[in-house]
T-cell receptor, first 114, second 114 residues
Framework: NAGVTQTPKFRILKIGQSMTLQCTQD?????MYWYRQDPGMGLKLIYY???????DKGEVPNGYNVSRSTTEDFPLRLELAAPSQTSVYFC?????????????FGPGTRLTVL | GENVEQHPSTLSVQEGDSAVIKCTYS??????FPWYKQELGKGPQLIID?????GEKKDQRIAVTLNKTAKHFSLHITETQPEDSAVYFC?????????????FGIGTKLQVIP
């Protein structure tokens, strides 16, 4: 199993551009999450999904959109990139409520918006 | 909502010494407390966890303690080694609607000096 994979690893965007951060897991996990990590701020939840076709907002959803058409994939969309979205983005997954919230994380995508 | 505070933000220890990282949480309904280790350029990885009905858990050189009354939990690393150098995150997890909501601390950068 590859676990949770994320692409790209690095990306530089200009203000106003758009992009999609890809996330795929091969563990058949129902729950998937997107976090952003800023220096000294820990991990903040952007969006989460409890299954295909079901998504909901986390703590910091503004400026982002997600979709979950399959169990495996959970892409994060930035429509109009802003410098405040410069961050490291992590995708995570877990099987569901039974595991108490233990999450498998991907390797991250480092995004810079100039 | 849940608030998790983590101390210290940085910690330097000599190889072979012990390291202790402390966290407090605010929501008495939190029932699961994972600890993650994040090495440079990688995603967080679970290293140990504890449930609210347990006071202490140990796994080789790593141990976690939980005081539900005081709402604090700690990570203890004994006989530290250079490969223990990383950023460590504590987290508190509580059932919230349809998913297990996880709140992370801001992280502790541990440096083990050979």
């Amino acid at each position: 199993n590859a676990g949770v994979t994320q692409t790209p690893k690095f990306r530089i965007l200009k203000i106003g551009q758009s992009m999609t951060l890809q996330c795929t897991q091969d563990m058949n996990h129902n729950y998937m999450y997107w976090y952003r990590q800023d220096p000294g701020m820990g991990l903040k939840l952007i969006y989460y999904s409890v299954g295909a076709g079901i998504t909901d907002k986390g703590e910091v959803p503004n400026g982002y959109n997600v979709s979950r058409s399959t169990t495996e994939d959970f892409p994060l969309r930035l429509e109009l990139a802003a410098p405040s979205q410069t961050s490291v983005y992590f995708c995570a997954s877990n099987p569901g409520l039974a595991n108490n919230g233990w999450q498998f994380f991907g390797p991250g995508t480092r995004l810079t918006v100039l | 909502g849940e608030n998790v505070e983590q101390h210290p933000s940085t910690l330097s220890v000599q190889e072979g010494d012990s390291a202790v990282i402390k966290c407090t949480y605010s929501d008495s309904a939190s029932n699961y407390f994972p600890w993650y280790k994040q090495e440079l350029g990688k995603g967080p990885q679970l290293i140990i966890d504890i449930r609210s009905n347990v006071g202490e858990k140990k796994d080789q050189r790593i141990a976690v303690t939980l005081n539900k009354t005081a709402k604090h939990f700690s990570l203890h690393i004994t006989e530290t080694q250079p490969e223990d150098s990383a950023v460590y995150f504590c987290a508190a997890s509580v059932r919230s609607g349809g998913y297990q909501k996880v709140t992370f601390g801001i992280g502790t950068k541990l440096q083990v000096i050979p």
